[in-house]
Each structure stands twice: as C-alpha cells, then as structure tokens.
C-alpha cells in the first residue's frame, strides 16, 4: 500500500521516515500526481488553505478511486480541532479516518498504522 503525505515542519516526513512506507510526498509542485494503485493518505493539520493541496491531490484524475483512508498529524493542544484535517477529509472522500497522532508519532502509531493497513488488505 502507497503512502502520500504532506509535511511542512517535517513531522509527518519524519514519521514516514519510521513507518518505512513506500511513501510520496504531495506539495504545490506535485499535486498533480496520478496514482494508479490503492494508497492511504497521511496529513499533518493546519488550515485549509494550508491542506487544500491533498483535496487537489485527491481530485486529480481517478486518484479518489485509489484513496483508502486517511491518519491525521497533530497536537492534542489543539482540543476539538486535534487532526481536524484528516477527519475532514476522511469525511468528504467517505473513506475510514484510520489512526491519529502527534507531531512525529511513536512506535505505538507505527504498528497502529500497519495494522490498520494490513486490516485493508
Ligand atoms: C500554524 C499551525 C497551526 C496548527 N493547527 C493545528 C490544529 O488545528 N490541530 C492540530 O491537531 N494540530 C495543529 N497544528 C500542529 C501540526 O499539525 C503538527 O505539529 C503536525 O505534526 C505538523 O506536521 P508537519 O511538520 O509534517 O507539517 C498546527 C501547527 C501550526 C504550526
């Protein structure tokens, strides 16, 4: 199973990092990446504007066909918008919001995220 992910501080780059996931990293110059097979997304939360790039990466081409759920990076200081992004687009796209954590994530996360992973097949 691919991994795309987005990371501005390098949280999420450094939990891909541990994951050891075949992982494609999405930014403004690369939201126009088409997949052609099953991936899950990781993505760090900030505003919209900020993580629009992954709804642009999801609409591009048959990308949505492929997509099978989504993790969420955050800070739980944040209260009830902790990894609102990923619950956004869990929502919108209708796919299983998988695992959310913080900043880098522990190996906790990790075997979290490759059992949800492996639970999809
Ligand atoms: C300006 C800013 C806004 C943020 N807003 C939220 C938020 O609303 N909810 C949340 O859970 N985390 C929030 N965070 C925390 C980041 O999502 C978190 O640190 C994440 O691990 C960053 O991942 P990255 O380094 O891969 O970009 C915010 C961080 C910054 C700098």
């Known amino acids: 199973m691919k991994v795309v992910y987005m990371s501005l501080t390098g949280q999420t780059r450094k939990f891909i990092k541990k994951l050891q996931a075949d992982a494609i990293e999405i930014s403004r ?67 299983p919001l998988l695992h959310c954590f913080e900043f880098h994530g522990s190996d906790y996360d990790v075997d979290r995220i490759k059992d949800e992973v492996n639970k999809i097949g």
């Open 29 to 95: 110059l690369s939201e126009k990446f088409e997949m052609n097979e099953p991936y899950i997304m990781i993505v760090p939360t900030y505003d919209y504007q900020v993580t629009c790039i992954m709804d642009q990466f999801v609409d591009f081409g048959n990308n949505i066909q492929y997509l099978r759920g989504v993790c969420g990076s955050g800070n739980r200081n944040f209260n009830d918008l902790f990894c609102f992004s990923a619950k956004d687009l869990a929502k919108k796209y209708h796919v």
